[in-house]
């Protein structure tokens, strides 16, 4: 992916939120049958559903994505124990860790993505995330202090890749995959099931889509955009999806209220804080949803104008803004894909 400075970015306004398959699937001039698994993993519940040849082979190639799913969980979540990166953390400034070629090649590109992104994208972030412990036991508003010294130990070059091997420098330094692994287990799943002979379905993983090949008339997958308005599951738009990821990161999906102020889980590295500006999400297309998993993250702390001439500037990513006014911003090659369902939210153009 190359970046282009493209300063002719056009403003369109479309919305949108989490995504969610729209799609009654009616097999047509077809004998194949739906099979369909959900499954909590990730941290959410997932949902596979596919057509295969006859529900034993649709379930075997089911089972099989699920099963890579939980081994990329094992490997790269910062709190199951003896997970490359549990042992990498564990050993910050003390050793280096010997991690899965897999653990390595998500690191590299989590790295070359913080220099693409202008460093708002950061997996070093660890120590910030464990600070705010949003959607954990211990979520609290930390003080001034505590956030300044978490700052202090989110310097990516801190991080060390030799060969299979990674090492924190800094003792103090935690890293964390959360913002990245999910959208590659989604790629593998996807991935996995083509292996199994699967050429129609998706992949949902809590935002994180993958609509593999198209419907078996040949029509695309269509994919909802989530209302981001706390507590609604409503879908406010749709885009149609042959082969394509989708991925949505909103405020409204984990988060904590106190005093009345909304805390999330998406942080800003530069305020050490959960991002405050316009948007309530950002859906981001794209080929592969690791891509997407990472960018939608990063153009929702970059905000509304930067985001959206960023994605311009990148070849084959488009990406829809929500912001809190109820607007929709699609870039370029967004906007004419995306139909508005519910006339409250305005797509600019
Ligand atoms: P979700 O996991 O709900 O889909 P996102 O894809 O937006 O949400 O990713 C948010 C997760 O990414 C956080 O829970 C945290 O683990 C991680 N994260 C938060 N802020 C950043 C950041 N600035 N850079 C890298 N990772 C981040
Ligand atoms: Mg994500």
């Not at 653990?103 to 120590?127: P, Q």
């Not at 202090?145 to 003792?171: C, F, R, W």
């Not at 804080?273 to 153009?299: F, W």
Request: a negative charge; charged letters at 25%.
């Amino acid at each position: 992916m190359t970046y282009k400075d493209k300063k002719t970015c056009k403003l369109l306004t479309v919305i949108i939120s989490l995504v969610i398959i729209l799609t009654a699937c009616t097999p047509k001039s077809t004998e194949q049958m739906i099979v369909e698994q959900d499954d909590f993993v990730l941290g959410t519940v997932g949902k596979i559903r596919i057509y295969a040849d006859d529900e034993k082979a649709g379930n075997s190639a089911i089972e099989k994505a699920y099963a890579r799913i939980v081994a990329i969980e094992n490997t790269m979540s910062t709190s199951i124990e003896g997970s490359d990166v549990y042992n990498i953390n564990k050993n910050a400034g003390n050793a280096a860790v010997e991690v899965k070629e897999e653990t390595m090649s998500v690191i590299k590109k989590a790295i070359d993505y913080k220099e693409l992104t202008n460093d708002v994208f950061n997996i070093a972030i660890g120590r910030l995330i464990e600070l705010w412990g949003i959607g954990k036991d211990w979520q609290k508003v930390p003080n001034e202090e505590e956030i300044q010294d978490a700052k202090n130990h989110i310097d990516i070059t801190q991080v060390e890749l030799s060969g299979n091997n990674v090492m924190l420098k800094d003792p103090d330094m935690l890293i964390d995959l959360g913002g990245i692994a999910k959208g590659y287990a989604v790629d593998e799943a996807a991935r996995v099931l083509r292996e199994n002979g699967i050429t129609s379905g998706f992949v949902n993983m809590g935002g994180d889509v993958y609509a593999l090949g198209s419907k078996p008339d040949g029509t695309p997958w269509n994919v909802g955009i989530q209302d981001p308005e706390i507590g609604s599951g409503d879908v406010i738009a749709k885009v149609g999806l042959i082969d394509e990821s989708i991925v949505t990161s909103g405020d409204y999906e984990r988060y904590f209220i106190e005093d009345g102020v909304h805390y999330h889980h998406i942080i800003d590295p530069e305020t050490g804080s959960p991002t405050r500006n316009e948007l309530v999400s950002v859906t981001i297309l794209s080929q592969k949803s690791v891509d997407g998993d990472v960018l939608s993250t990063a153009v929702f702390v970059m905000g509304l104008e930067e985001g959206l001439s960023f994605i311009e500037g990148l070849e084959d990513i488009e990406a829809v803004l929500i912001t809190k006014d109820k607007k929709m911003y699609a870039t370029s090659g967004a906007i004419d894909r995306v139909e508005v369902l519910n006339p409250e939210f305005q797509l600019q153009k």
